[in-house]
């Protein structure tokens, strides 16, 4: 079993600062590309930010500037800093990896149960 668990979730006011964490855990072989997504009430879970094995990061565009992820691979986690947090950037955040198992053959998605980020005054 693989187990994606995040935190670092929490209220911030508008301009301030978290730190999100994912940490992989469980009978793994080999991960991949790992993100996270975000969902806001009423609305599709959407990417915000991707990074490769390698480390190559890519984000959408309201991000950009403001949010950094990165991933330790030694210690099976990547992060999500999030700077000028916005009330537009108020979701639910879900770490997702692309892991395989020992004695797969083939990677499968794994999702994290997602970690609550409100951004108010």
């Known amino acids: 079993q693989v187990q994606l668990v995040e935190s670092g979730g929490g209220l911030v006011q508008p301009g301030g600062s978290l730190r999100l964490s994912c940490e992989a855990s469980?009978?793994?072989?080999?991960?991949?590309?790992m993100a996270w997504y975000c969902q806001a009430p009423g609305k599709q879970r959407e990417l915000v930010a991707r990074?490769?094995?390698?480390?190559?990061?890519t984000y959408i565009d309201s991000v950009k500037g403001r949010f950094t992820i990165s991933r330790d691979n030694a210690e099976k986690t990547i992060y999500l800093q999030m700077n000028y947090l916005r009330p537009e950037d108020t979701a639910v955040y879900y770490c997702?990896?692309?892991?395989?198992?020992?004695?797969?053959?083939?990677?499968?998605?794994?999702w994290g149960q997602g970690t609550q980020v409100t951004v108010s005054s």
């Open positions: 997702y990896g692309d892991i395989r198992s020992w004695g797969s053959a083939m990677s499968t998605a794994q």
């Open positions: 469980g009978t793994i072989d080999s991960i991949g590309d």
């Open positions: 990074i490769t094995a390698g480390g190559t990061s």
